[in-house]
């Protein structure tokens, strides 16, 4: 079993939806959670970032952690054409150094 | 700030050639790592270095080989090319105490292996 799973998708949404990604892991270890964000032919962007549980928001983007059920999720609202992109989780516990990246979903928003 | 500096963008190597993928840091950053990104397997680790003249494996490190001389520098050699090694690879580097942020990625060297 992989570390950190995510469904690949393709996700294709008109734009203005509401967009929900999501990400389940089996470490109980990890205490960092990360969205990074890839657009085509480029490297991956940090886009959130949270310790432990909870939420946090930033503007368009909100980031959940459920530590219980080992599952985070992004939610991207009024979604834009310029959202499209591959949307990539990772974590890293308070020890080690190595980040676990989920595979990536690819998202495309309908103009 | 550049940043995570790779080159070159895209190479193109035959089958039994060696290469090295250049990637230079300006931000002081102790960690630094190499990844590939195949479709639908996401990024799998080839090695990191954690200091200079500090270097372990990652989840893929088979026929590539790394060295750590100065802080700034960390590149990648592929030893004897095979077309499996068509991919892209993104190096990576961060601050040791930065453990959820401040992860800075390159632009990628696109390489086929022909």
């Known amino acids: 079993q992989k570390e950190v799973e995510q469904d690949p998708g393709p996700l294709s949404v008109p734009e203005g939806a509401i967009v929900s990604l999501n990400c389940t892991y089996s470490n109980s270890a990890f205490q960092y959670f990360m969205w990074y964000r890839q657009y085509s032919r480029k490297g991956p962007e940090l886009l959130m970032y949270t310790y432990s549980s909870g939420n946090k928001e930033d503007g368009r983007f909100t980031a959940q952690v459920d530590k219980s059920s080992k599952y985070i999720s992004l939610f991207i609202r009024d979604s834009q054409p310029s959202d499209s992109a591959t949307y990539l989780c990772a974590m890293i516990g308070n020890t080690g150094n190595q980040f676990y990246f989920g595979t990536g979903t690819s998202l495309t928003v309908i103009p | 700030n550049a940043g995570v500096t790779q080159t070159p963008k895209f190479q193109v190597l035959k089958t039994g050639q060696s290469m090295t993928l250049q990637c230079a840091q300006d931000m002081n950053h102790e960690y630094m790592s190499w990844y590939r990104q195949d479709p639908g397997m996401g990024l799998r680790l080839i090695h990191y270095s954690v200091g200079a003249g500090i270097t372990d494996q990652g989840e893929v490190p088979n026929g590539y080989n790394v060295s750590r001389s100065t802080t700034e520098d960390f590149p990648l050699r592929l030893l004897s090319a095979a077309p499996s090694q068509t991919s892209v690879y993104f190096c990576?580097?961060?601050?040791?105490?930065?453990?959820?942020?401040?992860?800075?990625f390159g632009s990628g060297t696109r390489l086929t292996v022909v």
């Open positions: 990576a580097s961060r601050s040791l105490g930065s453990r959820g942020y401040g992860y800075t």
